[in-house]
């Protein structure tokens, strides 16, 4: 089922053993390679921690748009030229 429907959106789903081959050389040569292997642990460390630091940011700008809209709520309007009107007082 997963093949037909991909096949319907034009997406190849079906690996040749040969691809897998080729796959596998890439993995064995990380593997036996010890300063390239530290290179690749180093960098899923990075992504790792940078996905943290990502989810962090992301909740840090949910929070002040929050503390945004408590503040400014129906004290800014627009114009019908394209430009802001700050009400001082309302």
Do not use: C, W
């Not at 034009?10 to 290179?39: A, C, D, E, H, Y």
């Not at 630091?53 to 709520?73: E, P, Y």
């Amino acid at each position: 089922m997963l093949e037909y429907s991909a096949s319907e959106l034009g997406i190849n789903l079906t690996l040749s053993p040969f691809r897998t081959l080729r796959l596998m050389r890439v993995f064995k040569l990380i593997k036996g390679n010890v300063q390239l292997s530290l290179l690749i642990e180093t960098i899923i460390r990075t992504v790792y921690n940078l996905t943290t630091f990502a989810m962090l940011l992301l909740l840090m700008v949910f929070v002040f748009t929050l503390i945004g809209m408590q503040l400014f709520a129906g004290k800014i309007k627009l114009n019908l030229d394209g430009s802001f009107l700050l009400d001082k007082y309302g």
